[in-house]
């Protein structure tokens, strides 16, 4: 059974940083593709990064320059390092693994960016 956990959500201030963490078990972490997405309230869960088995990373415009996701295959964790925290930035944020066509997602942690 895959499991993902996700840390490190809080409030933070305008301009301040936060470093999300999702820890995995359950699955062939290295061959999976790693990702976090966000939903604000009343709005649709939205793209926000992603870490291929490959190396590739893949990121949302509206965090480019701001949002760093990373993986350690050895500790079964992804994380995504945010910088410069606007308050639009404020969501639920979800780690994702995609493997063969199946995905899996956390339970999410709540980021809450204050102007």
């Known amino acids: ?5 996700e840390s490190g959500g809080g ?5 301040g940083s936060l470093r999300l963490s999702c820890a995995a078990s359950g699955t ?14 009343g709005k649709q869960r939205d793209f926000v990064a992603s870490f291929s088995s490959g190396g590739s990373t893949n990121y ?3 965090v480019k320059g701001r949002f760093t996701i990373s993986r350690d295959n050895a ?16 969501a639920v944020y979800y780690c994702n693994s995609h493997l ?15 102007s």
């Open 60 to 62: 949302a415009d509206s």
């Open 100 to 114: 063969s066509g199946r995905h899996y997602w956390g339970q999410g942690t709540q980021v809450t960016v204050s």
């Open 75 to 90: 500790k079964r964790t992804v994380h995504l390092q945010m910088s410069n925290l606007k308050p639009e930035d404020t």
């Open 28 to 41: 062939i972490f290295s061959s999976s593709t790693m990702a976090w997405y966000r939903q604000a309230p």
């Open 11 to 15: 409030l933070v201030q305008a301009g």
């Open 1 to 5: 059974q895959v499991q993902l956990v």
